[in-house]
């Protein structure tokens, strides 16, 4: 069974501070031919369901609580069976938009996922917000990053439960020591790897954005 890792773009809108924006998400889908794994479930459950086709979907894990990663999480998992996996310092941020529904189990950094031929390392990486966390496979030679690393910088720290010196620190010390061909697959936009971003750390620090 060949591991593969699937892109599908959602749209929807992100609300936060009594803000709404539109945005277009990244859903990651990891896995082979008979079991997958979904990296935030952003906006549309009956797209993702339809990319998952007829594969068992095993986990549902969030890089962050933000609305526009887990607004579909709760009907994906009720129509699929999936658990739902977040780290618990985003509970306050999950329970903006579920306050009903907790999230099955927990991330915790360290921790591996082993889920539809796949070994995720669990990074936990605050900042953009404090449960966030990135997801790191070694034998795919990728790291999902959520919110935290984008193509051109770290992600937003400009409201709520967000702080750039710890989002910083978490890039610096969870990320850029990752090999440097290691595929940034991010939550939004295009993708970059470590060694693309590595060099721009301290421009980063100066703009302080």
Not at 171 to 183: F, G, M
């Amino acid at each position: 069974m060949t591991v593969r890792i699937e892109r599908l773009v959602t749209s929807g809108q992100f609300s936060l501070d009594g803000g709404t924006w539109d945005v277009e998400n990244n859903v990651w889908i990891v896995g082979d031919e008979r079991k997958v794994i979904v990296i935030d479930a952003a906006h549309d459950a009956d797209a993702i369901i339809a990319a998952v086709d007829d594969r068992e979907l095993t986990a549902i894990v969030c890089t962050h609580a933000h609305n526009d990663h887990v607004n579909a999480a709760p009907e994906l998992a009720a129509r699929t069976g999936a658990t739902i996996w977040l780290h618990p310092d985003d509970l306050p941020l999950w329970k903006m938009t579920h306050p009903d529904r907790d999230p099955d189990r927990h991330l915790l950094d360290g921790q591996v996922i082993e889920a539809a031929g796949t070994d995720l390392t669990v990074l936990h990486t605050p900042g953009h917000a404090p449960g966030a966390v990135c997801l790191y496979d070694r034998g795919l030679g990728a790291v999902f990053t959520g919110d935290t690393l984008f193509r051109g910088g770290p992600g937003a720290t400009g409201r709520s439960y967000s702080h750039f010196p710890t989002i910083i620190e978490s890039i610096r010390d969870k990320l850029l020591t990752l090999p440097p061909e290691t595929k940034v697959l991010t939550g939004h936009g295009d993708s970059t790897t470590i060694g693309a971003e590595a060099p721009h750390l301290e421009e980063w620090i100066r703009r302080g954005h």
